[in-house]
């Protein structure tokens, strides 16, 4: 599904002059091919949606880091810059879960998994992972399952 979309897109960009779309979209399609190329030895190339959804994620985090440093080191532009990329690559993201849906994601996840104390952290990360990739930010997620397990 995404990499029609991507393809399709690209030359819709292409068409209309867009650059940054254009160039946003090509370093897209060069990260996934880059994660088809690190899955051949274990034989599941090309990756699938999951995991592109992962990669694209992955990407997000890393512009987020360099609009940081970009901002802290007085070059105002560049992070901009860094942002409208962000802003690109969460259009093919699905919607961010809120704090709510993610409380409750949360604690339907505990229950599947019948954790009950700090050391089942991994497991109940782990089901979300599966559950819910690319609908939720795993860095904040981390607080509130280990709030929800003391």
Not at 65 to 84: H, I, K, T, V
């Amino acid at each position: 599904m995404f990499r029609e979309r991507f393809t399709s897109d690209l030359k819709d960009a292409m068409r209309a002059g867009e650059k940054l779309r254009v160039s946003t979209l090509r370093l897209m399609t060069s990260a996934i091919k880059s994660a088809d190329i690190e899955a051949r030895p274990a034989e599941k190339s090309p990756i699938d949606d999951a995991a592109i959804i992962n990669v694209l994620a992955k990407m997000i985090k890393q512009r987020r880091d360099s609009a940081e440093q970009f901002a802290n080191g007085g070059r105002p532009e560049m992070a901009a810059s860094e942002l409208a990329e962000i802003a690109i690559i969460e259009s093919y993201l699905p919607t961010q879960m809120d704090e709510a849906a993610t409380k409750a994601a949360v604690a339907k996840a505990i229950a599947e998994t019948g954790a009950a104390s700090p050391k089942d952290m991994g497991r109940v990360m782990a089901a979300l992972k599966s559950a819910y990739a690319g609908q939720m930010d795993f860095g904040k997620v981390g607080g509130i399952v280990k709030d929800a397990l003391k």
